[in-house]
């Protein structure tokens, strides 16, 4: 027997399946994202928590392999205990747009696909994580998301 999660972006979605791959039991616990002005599109990771285990216990039952997938680029800042600072900034947050159309302007659209394997815009974590005015205490946070990469350093001085 499977135990399937999926922690998509409106709650957990559980099943228990059998060899067979049929549902045997399954479970669906929400939880709320928070939308503001400004293109702000937020969770809190302990809900992801609270609902994932309130479906296991609905789906309870002896399994043999346990699945998990969930929801992509996600930025999820973390203290040194690996606790959450903050809500989780869901991909689907638009804040970072004037930092997306700098860092593509600066870097080039061609290089930052040789550097990430992806095309990146205001989704790209690479990008909200890069705001120059930071959304998340501390206010001491420094910006040091570009000086590992290797830009001419003429375009350096302008991305911090």
Do not use: K
């Given at each position: 027997m499977w135990l399937a999660f999926d922690l998509g972006t409106s709650g957990v979605k559980a099943a228990i399946l059998d060899n067979d791959e049929r549902i045997v039991r399954s479970a669906?616990?929400?939880?709320?994202?928070?939308?503001?002005?400004?293109?702000?599109?937020?969770?809190?990771?302990?809900?992801?928590?609270?609902?994932?285990?309130?479906?296991?216990r609905v789906v309870d039952g002896e399994v043999t392999?346990?699945?998990?997938?969930g929801q992509m680029q996600d930025l999820i800042l973390?203290?040194?205990?690996?606790?959450?600072?903050?809500?989780?900034i869901l991909y689907s947050d638009m804040r970072a747009q004037a930092e997306a159309v700098a860092i593509i302007e600066r870097v080039g659209k061609e290089r930052?696909?040789?550097?990430?394997?992806?095309?990146?815009?205001?989704?790209?974590?690479?990008v909200p994580s890069s705001r120059q005015t930071p959304i998340w205490p501390p206010a001491t946070h420094k910006n040091t998301l570009f000086s590992a990469l290797p830009i001419p350093p003429s375009s350096r001085s302008s991305l911090h």
């Open positions: 669906i616990e929400p939880y709320p994202t928070h939308i503001a002005d400004g293109g702000v599109v937020e969770q809190e990771v302990s809900d992801w928590w609270r609902a994932l285990v309130a479906t296991a392999e346990i699945v998990l997938t973390l203290n040194e205990r690996g606790e959450p600072l903050r809500p989780a930052l696909i040789a550097l990430t394997g992806n095309e990146q815009n205001v989704t790209s974590q690479s």
